[in-house]
């Protein structure tokens, strides 16, 4: 079996980032500042604190009240996460290696509010700039700039051949 690659390792490091920044923002907004009797609060500019419990996918979609539908989309992010990872190990390219690393981050730091909670905490909203109607969170950032970064470096790679 092949070792783990020193981008590898990055990815693995940048996914545990992500879970330990994503989780703690979390419990700051819970439990300290606590978000969820206060519902809103203007931050600045178009940038509010915005209480959501997200039972769906991504951003809100397939909203999902069931509690087995709950278990399942835990259980989903959980294999791809592992499917990431085992992907991770050969990451030989930074990109890949830094998206990799955000969207397994980004998967864990939401499953583990799913088995907490049996929703994943939102709060990050930016919706008074107009044309941005989701309330998300760090591990919701850190998935979509992963994604990002995989598609660059799937150009990249296209475009070297």
Known sequence: MKSVTKLGWTAYALAAFVIVADQLSKHWILFVYDLPSRFSVPIAGPFSLTMVWNRGVSFGLFRADADLVRWLLAAFSVIVAI????????????????????????????????????AVADFLDF???????????????????????????????????
């Open 83 to 118: 499917v990431l990872a085992v992907w991770a190990r050969k990451a030989e390219r930074p990109f890949m290696a830094v998206g990799l690393g955000l969207v397994i981050g980004g998967a864990l730091g939401n499953v583990i509010d799913r088995i907490r909670f049996g």
């Open 127 to 161: 919706q008074r700039l107009g044309f941005f109607p989701w309330v998300f969170n760090v591990a919701d950032s850190a998935i979509t700039i992963g994604v990002v970064f995989l598609l660059l470096d799937s150009m990249r790679k296209e475009s070297a051949s």
